[in-house]
């Protein structure tokens, strides 16, 4: 669970379709204060602020949101410094150039692209880490967004690999500031519809794909409910002993070998006698829930 009170860092915010966005909604339900990060000004004017019309002026006001660009040291340096005492960090932030890193090829000379693409999804997570450990005192959580690294995907290309990087640090980071009591992982999550997933190539293909091969129903736009409370677990208290791991939050696919089977696919409407029982366990939990609140 979060610590009421407590502080978060939501780094990454684009607007309200973004992960970053659901998850710290998430943790202000659950008592904690969150502060979101934009990289600077201009974006969050274009996808914020004119990108945001779900949301009143009022509760864009109430919004505190900073900005940071994680591929300048100083700037997540005084971040931190100017924040003080956390709790944990959400790092919901890649790009890749989709002009060079994505598409029908592989391979590009565009050299800068591929480094700026790797610095921004991969490294900066080294960068965050470093100084926010400083300011968790009492220990702490960082959590990472991750997609299918173990897989090529078509048109990902560059991005899967920096994907696949980006877990190979989670590990790294997870054996270094385990002495410090904070926790680093990474949460997979299938294919969302984001303002960042319109500009990968054919992301329809990957949301058809997802439906092929997933054991579980996949929401592209909704589900992303399901990743953020994942990735909130990964945060809070309920999760202390686990550091250094993949989570996945993607229906299954990720586990499952080849397209499933016509029979095998999800159902479109559980059955009326599941569905009582799905709720009886979902009102077990929540009693559950609420004893240890107590």
Request: aromatic share 8%; charged share 25%.
């Amino acid at each position: 669970m979060i610590e009421k009170g407590k502080t978060y860092v939501v780094m990454g915010l684009l607007n309200t379709d973004s992960i970053a966005y659901a998850t710290g909604k998430m943790i202000e339900e659950m008592g904690g204060k969150v502060i979101y990060t934009s990289q600077n000004e201009r974006l969050k004017k274009i996808f914020f602020d004119r990108g945001c019309e779900d949301l009143s002026q009022e509760e864009k006001d109430a919004m505190d949101i900073r900005y940071c660009d994680v591929t300048i040291e100083n700037e997540v340096r005084n971040l931190f410094k100017d924040i003080g005492e956390i709790a944990g960090v959400v790092h919901s932030i890649a790009f890749a150039n989709p002009k060079t890193c994505l598409g029908d090829k592989v391979y590009t000379n565009s050299f800068d692209d591929i480094k700026q693409g790797f610095h921004i999804s991969c490294v900066s997570l080294a960068t965050v880490a470093e100084f926010a450990q400083e300011h968790m005192p009492r220990g702490g959580s960082i959590v990472t967004l991750s997609f299918a690294s173990q897989l090529a995907f078509p048109y990902y290309n560059w991005m899967g690999v920096n994907k696949a990087a980006l877990e190979a640090l989670v590990r790294a980071l997870a054996r270094e500031y385990g002495r410090e009591h904070v926790r680093v992982n990474a949460v997979s999550a299938g294919p969302l519809t984001t303002k960042a997933a319109k500009s990968i190539p054919h992301f329809a293909h990957l949301a058809r794909t997802w439906k092929k091969i997933s054991p579980l129903p996949w929401d592209t736009i909704n589900d992303k409910k399901e990743v953020a409370n994942a990735v909130v677990f990964m945060l809070g208290q309920y999760s202390k002993k686990i550091t250094g791991q993949t989570i996945y939050v993607d229906g299954g696919a990720s586990s499952m070998g080849g397209e499933l089977l016509p029979q095998e696919r999800p159902l479109k409407t559980m059955p009326i006698k599941k569905k009582k029982l799905a709720k009886a366990r979902l009102e077990r939990m929540r009693a559950l829930q609420r004893s240890h609140e107590q």
